[in-house]
């Protein structure tokens, strides 16, 4: 099976499972795992390796319109350097600090591979689900996307210090708390864009039609050869960690006054079908 085939397994023998976070009285409980080979380019430091791999959990929350309370942390790696370690546990706590939660520690492993397994707790009576969304709702996405395809190039040209910048993304968590209110369906945009709108439609039973210009982040075009790769980047290529939600227009303007960040509307839930500029929109984006 492919990824999205074991979690709709996964999906249908629990009834928990199927949003970004598992919701039991009143708390949101979400888990990740990052491996060195697949999530962390040469170049990462270990304090964007703890900011980023917590950060990820911590955007769950935010999916669900949840308060943050703690995170911890499963550090596996093939030695334990202080000074590595130390980098790491300073990322942790510090992506936690940003969204008003606390890291409280975790587990070591000795593991071939650096790996880190991450478990963030959020707090809410009123979670937001991917399965809202009601044709004529706005299509919106927070910040922009297309920043950790932009991250990657430059790991790959060795400006590590912008590419360690960029990967160091800010939860989404305030802009969360603020949107709850307002939308119909959430969820985060770690798998792009594209796949994320599919999600929504899928949970939702509904399309969506999408327009340009999208969102895409300004550093895209500095790494992208050409307009098809800068959409390709920001459409497809995922762990953005935005959010991308469904708000009933009439409440847009006040949606997008309440959210802390930019909210940008991109299109509009249809009742069938997904496209994007009136061409069909491939359910495609991140894989492990």
């Known amino acids: ?48 390796a703890g900011w980023r791999a917590v950060g990820a959990s911590l955007s769950d929350v935010a999916a669900m319109g949840a308060a943050a309370t703690a995170a911890v942390a499963v550090y596996a790696a093939p030695e334990f350097d202080k000074t590595e370690l130390e980098a790491f546990l300073d990322g942790a706590t510090a992506v936690c600090a940003a969204v008003d939660a606390e890291y409280v ?109 999208l969102p895409i982040d300004d550093r895209v075009a500095e790494v992208a050869e050409g307009a098809a790769e800068r959409r390709e980047l920001g459409c497809f290529f995922g762990e953005d960690f935005e959010l991308v939600c469904t708000v009933p227009d009439g409440e847009l303007a006040a949606a997008q006054e309440a959210t802390p960040c930019a909210l940008h509307r991109v299109g509009t839930v249809t009742e069938s079908g997904v496209t994007l500029a009136g061409e069909s929109l491939p359910d495609r984006g991140y894989s492990h």
Request: proline share 4%; hydrophobic share 35%; glycine share 10%.
């Open 105 to 213: 520690g975790g587990d070591l492993d000795g593991h071939e591979e650096f790996t880190v397994a991450t478990t963030a707790l959020g707090e809410t009576d009123d979670p937001v689900r991917r399965s809202g969304a009601e044709p004529g709702d706005a299509i919106c996405v927070t910040g922009t996307v297309g920043r950790t395809a932009a991250a990657i190039r430059l790991f790959d040209r060795g400006d590590v210090e912008t590419a360690n910048e960029l990967f160091q993304f800010r939860p989404r968590v305030a802009a969360g708390r603020a949107l709850a209110p307002y939308a119909s369906a959430m969820l985060d945009s770690s798998d792009g864009l594209a796949r994320s709108v599919h999600q929504i439609c899928a949970a939702s039973d509904c399309g969506a039609t999408l327009t340009e210009p």
């Open 1 to 48: 099976m492919d990824e999205q085939t074991a979690l709709g397994l996964i999906g249908d023998r629990l009834r928990a499972a199927g949003d970004d976070c598992a919701v039991l009285d009143g708390q949101v409980i979400t888990t990740d795992m990052l491996h060195e080979r697949t999530d962390f380019p040469a170049g990462t430091s270990r304090y964007t």
